[in-house]
């Protein structure tokens, strides 16, 4: 099965997206969590992109927070006659500085993939007390919108709104950069 095609009529923000805009809803997730859904397009066909998506050990160049992400086991599960997917373990370290504090975070996420259409993470251990994410392509006409949404609360209690108010500044950069390395590796 192929991504879906998108259009102006599912995607209002189109226009935006394709002048290389990044997209971002917040929302709180618990009192000491947030969540985030962003959308970007990328120039390039999805299956280019889902390459360079499931090369976990390149996640360091995507997010310049991440310090360390590695594959620690990797199997295939059966669901049916045909459909397949990957399931993998991740193991990540980030870092990242809060006005006078810096965190250093780990995480063990269960990785699962539906081949050229999404990937799905959940923890499986770590600092968080929750933590999952979504990332989905979609094919627009010679490129792929990118969406990537994720929930998470710490294990340290930060209020949501703060939390919140850091993803609104650091994740356009992210996504940005992103963008940049893997239109760079084509």
């Known amino acids: 099965m192929v991504a879906a095609q998108i259009s102006s009529q599912s995607n209002p923000n ?7 805009e990044i997209l971002l809803q917040t929302r709180p997730h618990s009192a000491w969590g947030g969540a985030v859904t ?11 992109v889902w ?6 050990s390149r996640w360091t160049q995507f997010f310049p927070d991440l310090t360390r992400s590695e594959v620690i086991s990797s199997t295939i599960q059966a669901s049916g006659a045909t459909v397949k997917r990957k ?11 809060f006005l006078f504090l810096t965190a250093q975070v780990e995480i063990y996420l269960k990785v699962m993939e539906n081949y050229q259409q999404s990937i799905q993470f959940s ?9 999952t994410a979504d990332l989905a392509l ?14 998470a609360t710490p294990t340290i209690p930060v209020p949501s709104a ?3 108010q850091a ?6 950069s992210n996504m940005k950069q992103m963008r940049n390395v893997i239109c760079r590796s084509c």
Request: negative net charge.
């Open 14 to 20: 189109l226009k935006a997206l394709l002048q290389g």
């Open 38 to 48: 962003a959308q970007m397009y990328l120039p390039m066909p999805y299956t280019e």
């Open 51 to 56: 390459t360079q998506l499931t090369d976990y």
């Open 87 to 97: 399931v993998k373990r991740l193991y990540q370290v980030a870092s990242k500085a």
């Open 123 to 131: 923890l499986e251990s770590g600092s968080f007390n929750d933590f």
């Open 138 to 151: 979609e094919s627009c006409g010679e490129g792929t919108i990118l969406t990537y949404s994720v929930q």
């Open 162 to 164: 703060f939390i919140q």
């Open 167 to 172: 993803i609104r500044m650091d994740l356009p």
